[in-house]
């Protein structure tokens, strides 16, 4: 079994910054992509920035230049530094991670529970 803990969220002024962080533990073989998704009131979640497994890193051109998306593969965890906040940031921030569990050969996408960021004016 495989659990995803997400922490850091919070309520913050414009202009401030948050670090969310995500921990994967359980039956974990191997751990490939490895991100962050938001979903703001009224609208469907998105991608927000993800890393794979060789460092490769995407981010939604909001977000492009104000966050920092980072890995560290010994303790399964993926950080996202959000700098420069602004009100259009706020939302319910979700932990996604595709795991290939032991004793399987194939990756599973996973989500945390959510973590609600609220960025103030």
């Known amino acids: 079994q495989v659990q995803l803990v997400e922490s850091g969220g919070g309520l913050v002024q414009a202009g401030e910054s948050l670090r969310l962080s995500c921990a994967a533990s359980?039956?974990?073989?191997?751990?490939?992509?490895m991100g962050w998704y938001r979903q703001a009131p009224g609208k469907q979640r998105e991608l927000v920035a993800t890393?794979?497994?060789?460092?490769?890193?995407n981010y939604v051109d909001s977000v492009k230049g104000r966050c920092t998306i980072s890995r560290d593969n010994a303790k399964n965890t993926v950080v996202l530094q959000m700098n420069s906040l602004k009100p259009e940031d706020t939302g319910v921030y979700y932990c996604?991670?595709?795991?290939?569990?032991?004793?399987?050969?194939?990756?599973?996408?996973?989500w945390g529970k959510g973590t609600l960021v609220t960025v103030s004016s």
């Open positions: 996604n991670v595709v795991i290939t569990a032991m004793g399987r050969t194939y990756g599973i996408n996973y």
């Open positions: 359980g039956s974990i073989f191997s751990i490939n992509t």
């Open positions: 890393i794979s497994s060789g460092g490769s890193i």
